[in-house]
């Protein structure tokens, strides 16, 4: 199946403990956002996940990476060298970020990119997902951060490895408490 971009809905939230949102809540934005992020990273919904940033200019960055594999530092430094970081966030469609708030929804990547065809994945994550220029992309999920009918605060790309499957049992429920935990908090 060739690399597809699906828009989709995540399912309802499930209840996060209290401990967990009142730390977050006490935190600085930027440090739950990540907090938030190595939570996720604990229950395993991704072994890549980065996160966009819109400033207060409306111009996407990106902000930070996790990794269970390789250093952080270095795929993030090839990843910001993207065109689309430090343009308008819905001028960036090219990026994924862009084209998920372009399509007013998350959006679920997936599906195998054959050697030579166009990547639906931005250049450098492309690169970085299929060093061969070939292969599964696996599964992306692209989450967009944003407090109700609010501007648009960022996104959460999760990615998993083809082997690991989709999101599953309770993973896309606790992805999106914590989700809209993180917007709030963004948007405060």
Do not use: C
Request: hydrophobic fraction near 45%; proline fraction near 10%; charged fraction near 20%.
């Amino acid at each position: 199946m060739a690399v597809s971009v699906i828009p989709f809905q995540m399912p309802e939230p499930a209840a996060i403990p209290e401990h967990i949102t009142g730390h977050l809540r006490q935190m600085p934005a930027e440090a739950a956002m990540r907090r938030g992020m190595e939570l996720l990273m604990q229950i395993e919904v991704a072994h890549l996940m980065l996160w966009e940033r819109v400033d207060g200019e409306g111009r996407l960055h990106l902000q930070e990476v996790l990794s269970k594999e390789g250093s952080p530092e270095q795929i993030r430094e090839r990843l910001s060298a993207e065109p689309f970081y430090g343009q308008p966030v819905i001028e960036a469609a090219s990026g994924l970020a862009g084209r998920a708030f372009e399509a007013g929804q998350p959006l679920l990547i997936m599906g195998q990119q054959a050697a030579g065809e166009e990547p639906e994945l931005p250049p450098a994550l492309a690169a970085h997902l299929l060093p061969e220029g070939a292969g599964n992309v696996g599964f992306l999920y692209v989450l967009t951060l944003a407090d109700g009918d609010g501007p648009p605060l960022g996104a959460l790309t999760l990615v998993r490895p083809a082997s690991e499957g989709p999101l599953n049992h309770e993973q896309p429920n606790i992805t999106e408490a914590m989700r809209r935990l993180l917007s709030q908090i963004l948007a405060a």
